[in-house]
């Protein structure tokens, strides 16, 4: 299995906290990815990097923000939390630069905003 | 811009049927396709994927998907299925000399009956 370690696993927050999910790799692969899964929509992207401190936007990218300080460390905020910011939060990595290689999976984060 | 379309958001089968999953993809440009599988409250992971080549793939647990460029689908079978196969399979689409930047399906639950 891919060495990718996402922190928390389960965290329950109020709404107006900010919240940081944590992404961890020992792969040292250069393109780190946050999803979010909701049902009826899949996987959307949003935010995504392609080398330290190089980052970009998703689909979804409003409300979150993310900084990559290390190749090895994926960091994702959400500035003030929402309920519509409840899901499940899933962190990839992949080292293709032209998409023929499959993306590695975290476990998964379940974010509760009450 | 790509994107891919599962249709069926869920499959019900009995054990030792065959299923099909069906996905399609638009894209203007050559295309790596992808299927993933994800089990309860566990992360994704790659089943079987389409470079080049022979359009045939295959997974070492039963599953094949051929990609069919005129029709752009990337359907994914098995013969016959376990009750173990009960998941969430999710279509990926990435462009060949584009962006590497996975696109996901909303994914579709098999549910495998005894």
């Known amino acids: 299995d891919a060495g990718i370690t996402q922190s928390p696993r389960h965290k329950v927050t109020e709404t107006g906290t900010p919240v940081t999910l944590r992404c961890h790799q020992t792969e040292n692969h250069r393109y780190m990815y946050w999803y979010r899964q909701d049902p009826g929509h899949g996987l959307r992207l949003i935010h995504y990097?392609?080398?330290?401190?190089?980052?970009d936007k998703g689909e979804v990218s409003d409300g979150y923000s993310v900084s990559r300080s290390k190749t090895e460390d994926f960091l994702l905020t959400l500035e003030s939390a929402t309920s519509s910011q409840t899901s499940v939060y899933f962190c990839?990595?992949?080292?293709?630069?032209?998409?023929?290689?499959?993306?590695?999976f975290g476990q998964g984060t379940r974010l509760t905003v009450v | 811009a790509q994107s891919v379309t599962q249709l069926d958001s869920q499959v019900p089968v009995f054990e030792e049927a065959p299923v099909e999953l069906r996905c399609n993809y638009s894209s203007s440009v050559s295309v790596y396709l992808f299927w993933y599988v994800q089990y309860p409250n566990q992360g994704l992971q790659l089943l079987l994927k389409?470079?080049?080549?022979?359009?045939l793939v295959e997974s070492i647990n039963g599953f094949e998907a051929e990609f069919n460029k005129s029709q752009t689908s990337f359907h994914l079978r098995k013969p016959s299925v376990h009750i173990s196969d009960t998941a969430e399979y999710f279509c990926a689409v990435s462009e060949g000399g584009g962006s590497y930047i996975p696109t996901f399906g909303r994914g579709t639950s098999l549910i495998v009956h005894p």
């Open positions: 990097s392609y080398g330290v401190k190089d980052t």
């Open positions: 389409y470079l080049s080549g022979s359009t």
């Open positions: 990839a990595i992949s080292e293709s630069r032209d998409g023929s290689t499959e993306a590695f």
